[in-house]
Every structure is written in C-alpha cells, then in structure tokens.
C-alpha cells in the first residue's frame, strides 16, 4: 500500500510541475518583439481610474503598421522618453497573466534604442 501511496504522490508532484512549466512555456510562446516608433509629441489619452484626470501618453506604432498604441510614460519598462525625439525601439510584448478587466493586456520591455532623433518643431 506504501508503495502505491509513493507512486501515486510522485505523479501528481510530477504531473503539477509539468502543467506548471507548460503555463510558462506557452506565454513565453506568445511573447513578440517587435521594432516601434514612438513620435516626438505626447498626447493626452484616457482617465486615471476613478478619476477625470487624463493620461500623458506616448503616440507608438510598430514598424510597417499605421495602427497607433498609446503607451502611458514609462508603460515601456527601461525605456526613458523625451518629448522632442522620435524613438526607433525594439521591444519584447508579453501577454500580462490574468489581467484586471478594465487594464492593459500586454507588457513592453525595451530591448534596444535603435534611434533618437530630434525632430524640430
């Protein structure tokens, strides 16, 4: 009966580590890079929850898209904006596990500064 027991006890151990370490895998699965530029100007987008006060976001599209992300000012982890600059970055996009229902999806990490160039005005 012991030896069931220990039998048992590793399978279940074994088959949560495997589920767990499949969880991981397929998020890591759905991380993209991907190249972005971000515009020179900042916009005002959005409210703060349970407020009326609007957001400083940064204009973002990915290269070859005419789709525009705003991206709240330090919504790209390690990536320092400066209004005036046109940014050429390349990001990692993960999917965010189990986000809030009225919140971002998705988390940006900068990879690499490709270009800053200071746009005239």
Avoid: W
């Avoid at 957001?55 to 330090?74: H, R």
């Avoid at 790209?76 to 996009?93: A, D, Q, T």
């Amino acid at each position: 009966m012991r030896g069931i027991l220990s039998t048992i006890s590793l399978f279940l151990v074994s088959s949560t580590i495997i589920t767990l370490a499949g969880c991981n895998d397929d998020n890591k699965l759905n991380e993209k890079t991907a190249i972005m530029i971000i515009a020179p100007q900042t916009v005002l987008n959005g409210t703060v929850p349970e407020s009326d006060q609007f957001v400083e976001c940064m204009v973002a599209k990915e290269e070859g898209s005419n789709v525009k992300q705003y991206l709240y000012l330090g919504r790209i982890e390690g990536f320092e904006y400066v209004k005036g600059y046109e940014y050429r970055v390349e990001v990692l996009i993960s999917p965010i596990d189990n986000p809030p229902m009225d919140g971002h999806t998705e988390s940006f990490k900068l990879i690499k500064l490709l270009s800053k160039i200071k746009v005239s005005e």
